[in-house]
């Protein structure tokens, strides 16, 4: 029987602790490159996180029919993983516009990885069976196994996804998988059945992911070449969403996790109908929050009004807001709002900040995305509107951009009917954005409101104080609905946003 000396266990011990750490990394790697191309981070973590224990569990019970060799078995199974886990991101990326099928080979690559990490741990085990009593063996392995995942999920958000990105990321951790399989191999070179063969195999495998590692950015510029029409300008992985920008002869586009955010051709048609109305109806402007709105379009057009005196802009991404403030062509297009000395950016989340500001604002822009997902869907319910009370005077004007009354007339005036349920009196409205078509906006105020005729600044290009009461009307096709109101423990505007706009995009 095979006798493990101290070294090895060292090695094999580190090998449970590097095992955790990649197996979490390529977890977290596959639910958030989900979230970034499929939409919806609950449902795609919920689902990854799903299949990649079940087949873990696969894996644990396959371990069962290696009985020889299980050193050999094992560092092969590592280099595999160093394999798999690293190049799956770079694959998904470049199949995500190409394959017919991309969910099935996500969960297969992501299935595949599980089977195989699910194999490692239980092979370990076997090996160190014989130096400890099964008590000491089942606490040192997963100490390190947890001591792995802990920092993990720390590294992930904080440095991984800033710094380097999902594809470098998987071929780093990846080459630690196969770096462990290299030095038990040249460590106990005696003791491992084929080991020329996995050194060679291995330096291999290391040589592929270092390739990758170093053309990860053209990796991702062809992707994004294939999945956007315009040529990409600008592309970054923040820890919350995917920021890309393309460009043509005619406009720039923003894009987030793949989605639309404005084309620079019409995006004025949406800013001012989503700023001039609130302005109309507030008694005053002296004090504004923008909830949202990183690219200072918002701003741009609220800093058109000589009476306001500050404008606090909450946005949770700090790349959004840096990129829109340095970036000479994007700054340009806002005008240089996120430099104005009017303005104060606070990176942080909206709720979370709600909860703690003691200031009174006059005016309330909700510049949030979509309701595609539970983490914005939260921003929509009566508990965030509820809080937003304490930030209100009794003559407040808020404005939320509520998608679009057409494709998705039941989350529109869901909404509107949240508002009412939280006590607020609403004039929802919509306007034509050639880009998106019809869109909808709810403005309301803890009181009744009334216009005050306040002075349009000079210069709009569409928003003009006539034409508001048009905005108003809705036909038959955007009309009002019977929904419910959003709540924080259902977030049923999810489920009508993901209904409507699933139909629509078919």
Request: with cysteine.
């Amino acid at each position: 029987m095979f006798k493990i000396n101290r070294p090895l266990e060292f090695l094999l011990l580190l090998s449970v602790f590097v095992i955790a750490t990649c197996g979490l990394i390529y977890e977290l790697i596959a639910g958030t490159l989900a979230s970034y191309l499929l939409g919806d981070s609950v449902t795609q973590f919920s689902t990854i996180i799903g299949c990649y224990l079940f087949s873990m569990g696969i894996g644990a019970y396959l371990s069962r029919f290696f009985k020889k060799e299980l050193l050999s078995w094992f560092i092969q199974l590592e280099i595999l993983v160093g394999l798999i886990g690293g190049i799956s991101p770079a694959i998904l990326f470049l199949l995500f516009d190409q394959a017919a099928s991309f969910r099935l080979i996500l969960y297969l690559l992501v299935g595949l990885t599980g089977t195989l990490v699910g194999l490692e741990l239980p092979l370990l085990m076997n090996i160190l069976k014989n130096r400890y009593e099964f008590r000491d063996l089942v606490s040192r392995v997963f100490t390190f196994d947890y001591i792995g995942a802990l920092l993990a999920s720390i590294v992930f958000p904080l440095v991984l996804v800033p710094y380097l990105g999902l594809i470098r990321t998987a071929c780093f951790f990846g080459v630690l998988n196969v770096l462990v399989a290299i030095l038990v191999c040249v460590k106990f070179r005696s003791e491992v059945k084929w080991a020329r063969y996995l050194n060679i195999k291995a330096l291999a495998v290391i040589a592929v992911l270092s390739l990758i590692f170093a053309w990860a950015n053209k990796i991702m510029s062809f992707s994004e070449g294939l999945a956007f029409r315009d040529p990409v300008i600008f592309s970054h992985s923040s820890p919350y969403q995917r920021i890309v920008i393309t460009r043509n002869n005619y406009e720039l586009r923003l894009y987030l996790n793949g989605n639309l955010q404005f084309s620079s051709a019409d995006e004025y048609r949406y800013h001012e109908a989503l700023i001039h109305p609130a302005m109309l109806y507030g008694a005053q402007h002296k004090r504004v929050l923008i909830l949202g709105g990183g690219d200072g379009m918002a701003a741009r057009e609220v800093l058109k009004y000589r009476d306001v005196e500050s404008i606090t802009l909450v946005d949770l991404d700090a790349s959004m807001t840096k990129l829109f403030r340095e970036s000479s062509l994007l700054s340009a297009l806002n005008k240089q709002s996120l430099s104005s000395s009017r303005l104060q950016v606070i990176n942080a989340d909206a709720f979370q900040w709600l909860r703690k500001n003691k200031k009174l604002f006059d005016i309330v822009v909700i510049d949030f995305p979509d309701p595609g997902n539970y983490a914005v869907g939260k921003l929509y319910t009566t508990a965030f509107y509820r809080e937003l009370k304490h930030s209100l005077g009794d003559s407040s004007v808020i404005v939320v951009q509520s998608t679009s009354p057409f494709v998705a007339p039941k989350a529109f005036w869901c909404v509107d009917k949240t508002l009412h349920d939280c006590g607020y009196h609403t004039i929802p409205y919509h306007t034509y954005v050639p880009s998106f078509g019809e869109w909808g906006y709810v403005m309301a105020s803890p009181t009744s409101l009334t216009d005050h005729h306040t002075a349009i600044p000079a210069g709009l290009r569409y928003f003009a104080a006539g034409i508001f009461p048009q905005m108003c009307q809705f036909s038959a096709d955007m009309d009002k609905r019977v929904v419910q109101a959003n709540h924080l423990n259902n977030q049923v505007l999810v489920q009508y946003f993901e209904d409507e706009w699933g139909k629509y995009q078919e």
